[in-house]
């Protein structure tokens, strides 16, 4: 896959108001279609430092992102903006799909002022 460089630049370099807490994602853009095994997302965080403190208590203004494939978490905790799931290894099959990337406390729970992003994306079939 590749990104929109005038999307990631602005992404990268858009100056993040700590005080507005926020979750963009940059990509996959909506309606994407994805080839090969991995589904790379980009996001941008505003006002939550990303640890990787899960199933720790709580510090406020710290999390962590989790990311789900049609409603399905797909072990995938991390405190990167850029990451990737592996479609062959969470037998995700070529079609239509919805990703979704939540905000979560270092307890797991969701960051329920932050509402998690989701973005519709196509697996294509290699050799497609």
Known sequence: MTYDPDSVKLAVTSPCDPQERSLTMVAPTEGQQVTGEILEILVVVCGVTLVDHWEQPNVDGEGHLIAYVDGIY???????????????ANHIEPGDHRLRVQLCNNDLSAITDIPPVEVNFTRVANGQ
């Open 74 to 88: 797909q072990s995938q905790r991390t405190a990167e903006t850029h990451f990737g799931i592996d479609l062959e």
